[in-house]
């Protein structure tokens, strides 16, 4: 099959296809009498193991990789690879979570401050970050001057 019809087939661009092909994730493709690119179903099917690793987020060196398992049945390695993937999606969802929690902490006390008439400064809010640490949550570094209560801070010498 020429380039345009694997390209409907797999639902990608055929820049995208000659891309995968340039990086070697995509073997080369036979060429017909008039030079173009002829393409066997098992391209096909390499594309659509290349778009299943991208949604799973393997980057284009990893995604080498997982299709040289592939191609070795290299069952091994191929698992080795998807745990390695497993965990690094825990690390960003435990990350994630910790910086959720600490997002909402402190929309509730800005609220609960604004809600009391009282316009809370960045300081009062680092306060809050040795309570994120012991959490095992990452405290941010705010600008210095800044003021949460809708109105900025007047600069030095200025009222």
Same mark, same amino acid.
């Given at each position: 099959?020429?380039?345009?019809?694997?390209?409907?087939?797999?639902?990608?661009?055929?820049?995208?296809?000659?891309?995968?092909?340039?990086?070697?994730?995509?073997?080369?493709?036979?060429?017909?009498?008039?030079?173009?690119?002829?393409?066997?179903?098992?391209?096909?099917?390499?594309?659509?193991?290349?778009?299943?690793?991208?949604?799973?987020?393997?980057?284009?060196?990893?995604?080498?990789?997982?299709?040289?398992?592939?191609?070795?049945?290299?069952?091994?390695?191929?698992?080795?690879?998807?745990?390695?993937?497993?965990?690094?999606?825990?690390?960003?969802?435990?990350?994630?979570?910790?910086?959720?929690?600490?997002?909402?902490?402190?929309?509730?006390?800005?609220?609960?401050?604004?809600?009391?008439?009282?316009?809370?400064?960045?300081?009062?809010?680092?306060?809050? %970050? =040795? #309570?994120?640490?012991?959490? @095992? /949550? $990452?405290?941010?570094? !705010? %600008? =210095? #001057?800044?003021?949460?209560? @809708? /109105? $900025?801070?007047?600069? !030095?010498?200025?009222?």
């Amino acid at each position: 099959m020429k380039i345009g019809e694997l390209a409907a087939r797999t639902g990608m661009t055929t820049s995208a296809i000659r891309f995968y092909e340039q990086s070697g994730l995509l073997p080369p493709a036979g060429r017909g009498a008039n030079g173009y690119r002829i393409y066997d179903e098992a391209a096909a099917e390499r594309l659509r193991q290349i778009q299943l690793a991208q949604r799973l987020g393997f980057s284009l060196d990893e995604m080498r990789g997982v299709a040289e398992d592939m191609d070795a049945f290299a069952k091994e390695g191929l698992l080795a690879r998807i745990d390695e993937r497993l965990r690094e999606i825990d690390a960003l969802r435990a990350k994630l979570d910790g910086q959720r929690g600490e997002l909402q902490q402190i929309r509730d006390t800005l609220q609960a401050e604004w809600e009391a008439g009282r316009c809370l400064k960045v300081d009062a809010l680092q306060a809050q %970050a =040795p #309570a994120a640490a012991a959490t @095992g /949550r $990452r405290a941010r570094r !705010a %600008a =210095p #001057a800044q003021d949460f209560g @809708g /109105r $900025r801070k007047a600069a !030095a010498g200025n009222p």
